[in-house]
């Protein structure tokens, strides 16, 4: 007997569909490798659809008329929701995606923060009066929304970074087609049933997913687009910067990192090594922000590493569900055997193995991998120079402060890093130093609505949370009104 298969369907102008051509792609849950959804593989045709339903809403109808104060209390109802099934939504992203159940439902509660913070901000958008240099003239700036917003997101923290993409749009008038990734697509479905729930007009939010091709370079290259923010890899980013050299599209990208810790020889102890697990072996290590380089100043190596190893032979791999569970499977059977490679690659190159390093024997089905520490000699090691996306830890020594701000800045990529010491100048010293969009202090993988998120270099460029992302959102207008009681001059005579 066959198990049950869920089906989703796309959520367009406010109505579920499946692809016009019928297109399908499964799921699978990777803690047993089972198939257990089916949903749409967008051709061009319902990207076509989406974007066309997003410009209706932005220019017809409810939306288009809205108060911006209206907007915000439609936000903070989306936010109500999430809370309310924050439950449902953590089990559907853990099936999907193996997840801890623990960390999908916490995250998932804390999304709506983003919302409120949004929705708060939606009123809060001001021109101003000009001091202009001429007479009779009165001057002044309006924000308007930015257009139709192409919204793509990653399956590794999908609610989270829906969030903070959907929030400041909605918050600024836009109207967005949010493209799910074909892998673990599921929990985006349930999210549109949220946002069909909260009662946005048909058009304002289209949820789709598919192919990069054609699904991904149609809707970023699409000519009612006017701007795309894209999380995702540096490869996919290329494509993605292509495809809007037809529509002159606004991009923000985030394209994940190669993060350094560096912990220098006063450092608290234990709070680093926290820190360092927190940064690797948390959601697997499948995080754009992974700490995945650390940096040990040469007095205290031996001593970290000890105590990282002990750790790491601890930690519970299991069912993602399980409450006692610490690490659950990665997300793809790829994943699995690009990290095989790149740890055997990395020991061909000179580097220790000190734990991990494969597939724990206890699981007959499942993409689990052990949480895996490499001593490296030098950087040029397979696992020092690219993002792994799993539980995967490279170890180096360094001597002094240049040198581990050195080793730290030695990457294409420029998003998190970690600094863990007790000495406050040196944190400003080093923090000033050290080329990152977000620096941590004596802690790692915090974030807030309220603090800005992205990279330098390969890590991308613009900013994601905070007060500025909703103005990315807009264009600014600039209005001349004549205060004049006499007609404009003649153009043709010059005074």
Same mark, same amino acid.
């Given at each position: 007997?066959?198990?049950?298969?869920?089906?989703?369907?796309?959520?367009? *102008?406010?109505?579920?569909? *499946?692809?016009?051509?019928?297109?399908?792609?499964?799921?699978?849950?990777? #803690?047993?490798?089972?198939?257990?959804?089916?949903?749409?593989? !967008?051709?061009? =045709?319902?990207?076509?659809?989406?974007?066309?339903?997003?410009?209706?809403?932005?220019?017809?109808?409810?939306?288009?008329?809205?108060?911006?104060?209206?907007?915000?209390?439609?936000?903070?109802?989306?936010?109500?929701?999430?809370?309310?099934?924050?439950?449902?939504?953590?089990?559907?992203?853990?099936?999907?995606?193996? /997840?801890?159940?623990?960390?999908?439902?916490?995250?998932?509660?804390?999304?709506?923060?983003?919302?409120?913070?949004?929705?708060?901000?939606?009123?809060?958008?001001?021109?101003?009066?000009?001091?202009?240099? /001429?007479?009779?003239?009165?001057?002044?700036?309006?924000?308007?929304?930015?257009?139709?917003? $192409?919204?793509?997101?990653?399956?590794? $923290?999908?609610? &989270?970074?829906?969030?903070?993409?959907?929030?400041?749009?909605?918050?600024?008038?836009?109207?967005?087609?949010?493209?799910?990734?074909?892998?673990?697509?599921?929990?985006?479905?349930?999210?549109?049933?949220?946002?069909?729930?909260?009662?946005?007009?048909?058009?304002?939010?289209?949820?789709?997913?598919?192919?990069?091709?054609?699904?991904?370079? #149609?809707?970023?290259?699409?000519?009612?687009?006017?701007?795309?923010?894209?999380?995702?890899? @540096?490869?996919? !980013?290329?494509?993605?910067?292509?495809?809007?050299?037809?529509?002159?599209?606004?991009?923000?990208?985030?394209?994940?990192?190669?993060? @350094?810790?560096?912990? &220098?020889?006063?450092?608290?102890?234990?709070?680093?090594?926290?820190?360092?697990?927190?940064?690797?072996?948390? =959601?697997?290590?499948?995080?754009?922000?992974?700490?995945?380089?650390?940096?040990?100043?040469?007095?205290?190596?031996?001593?970290?590493?000890?105590?990282?190893?002990?750790?790491?032979?601890?930690?519970?791999?299991?069912?993602?569900?399980?409450?006692?569970? %610490?690490?659950?499977?990665?997300?793809?059977? $790829?994943?699995? *055997?690009?990290?095989?490679?790149?740890?055997?690659?990395?020991?061909?190159?000179?580097?220790?193995?000190?734990?991990?390093?494969?597939?724990?024997?206890?699981?007959?089905?499942?993409?689990?991998?052990?949480?895996?520490?490499?001593?490296?000699?030098?950087?040029?090691? %397979?696992?020092?120079?690219?993002?792994?996306?799993?539980?995967?830890?490279?170890?180096? /020594?360094?001597?002094?402060?240049?040198?581990?701000?050195?080793? =730290?800045?030695?990457?294409?990529?420029?998003?998190?890093?970690? +600094? &863990?010491?007790?000495?406050?100048?040196?944190?400003?010293?080093?923090? $000033? /130093?050290?080329?990152?969009?977000?620096?941590?202090?004596?802690?790692?993988?915090?974030?807030?609505? +309220?603090?800005?998120?992205?990279?330098?270099?390969?890590?991308?460029?613009?900013? %994601?949370?905070?007060?500025?992302?909703?103005?990315?959102?807009?264009?600014?207008?600039?209005?001349?009104?004549?205060?004049?009681?006499?007609?404009? =001059?003649?153009?043709?005579?010059?005074?």
């Amino acid at each position: 007997m066959s198990k049950k298969i869920t089906r989703y369907q796309h959520y367009i *102008d406010g109505q579920w569909g *499946d692809a016009a051509d019928g297109a399908t792609l499964t799921t699978i849950n990777p #803690a047993n490798e089972e198939v257990w959804a089916e949903v749409p593989a !967008a051709s061009e =045709a319902d990207v076509n659809r989406a974007v066309a339903a997003a410009k209706t809403a932005l220019h017809e109808g409810p939306w288009a008329t809205m108060t911006a104060t209206a907007r915000g209390k439609l936000l903070r109802r989306l936010g109500d929701l999430i809370i309310e099934q924050a439950h449902h939504l953590g089990d559907i992203e853990t099936i999907d995606s193996g /997840k801890l159940l623990k960390e999908t439902r916490g995250q998932t509660g804390y999304v709506s923060d983003y919302y409120y913070y949004f929705a708060g901000l939606a009123d809060k958008i001001e021109g101003a009066t000009l001091p202009i240099d /001429k007479p009779d003239m009165h001057v002044f700036t309006a924000r308007a929304p930015i257009g139709v917003v $192409a919204a793509v997101v990653p399956w590794n $923290a999908q609610m &989270f970074l829906t969030a903070t993409k959907l929030g400041p749009a909605l918050a600024a008038g836009n109207t967005v087609v949010l493209k799910a990734s074909e892998d673990a697509p599921a929990p985006m479905f349930e999210f549109a049933k949220i946002v069909d729930q909260a009662g946005f007009p048909p058009g304002v939010i289209n949820v789709i997913t598919g192919y990069g091709e054609p699904c991904g370079r #149609a809707l970023t290259g699409h000519q009612d687009v006017a701007r795309v923010a894209f999380t995702g890899g @540096p490869e996919t !980013a290329s494509k993605v910067i292509h495809n809007t050299s037809n529509n002159y599209a606004v991009v923000s990208l985030e394209l994940g990192g190669k993060s @350094p810790i560096v912990v &220098f020889d006063d450092a608290d102890i234990e709070g680093a090594v926290n820190g360092i697990i927190a940064g690797n072996f948390g =959601a697997a290590g499948q995080s754009c922000v992974a700490g995945s380089r650390v940096f040990i100043q040469h007095g205290i190596y031996d001593r970290i590493v000890d105590a990282l190893v002990r750790r790491a032979q601890r930690i519970r791999i299991g069912d993602p569900r399980q409450e006692d569970t %610490e690490m659950g499977p990665l997300a793809t059977k $790829a994943q699995v *055997d690009r990290i095989i490679a790149a740890v055997g690659k990395s020991q061909i190159q000179g580097a220790e193995l000190l734990h991990g390093g494969k597939q724990p024997e206890q699981f007959d089905k499942g993409y689990y991998f052990e949480p895996t520490i490499l001593s490296c000699p030098n950087q040029d090691i %397979e696992t020092v120079r690219n993002e792994m996306f799993g539980p995967v830890l490279s170890a180096l /020594k360094f001597r002094d402060e240049d040198q581990g701000i050195t080793m =730290a800045n030695n990457t294409r990529f420029g998003l998190g890093a970690g +600094i &863990f010491t007790e000495n406050l100048a040196r944190a400003h010293r080093v923090s $000033a /130093k050290i080329r990152a969009g977000i620096i941590w202090i004596n802690t790692y993988r915090a974030v807030s609505p +309220i603090a800005p998120f992205g990279g330098f270099g390969h890590s991308g460029f613009g900013r %994601e949370a905070g007060i500025e992302a909703v103005l990315d959102y807009t264009r600014t207008k600039t209005v001349w009104i004549s205060t004049s009681s006499a007609p404009m =001059a003649n153009p043709f005579v010059m005074r």
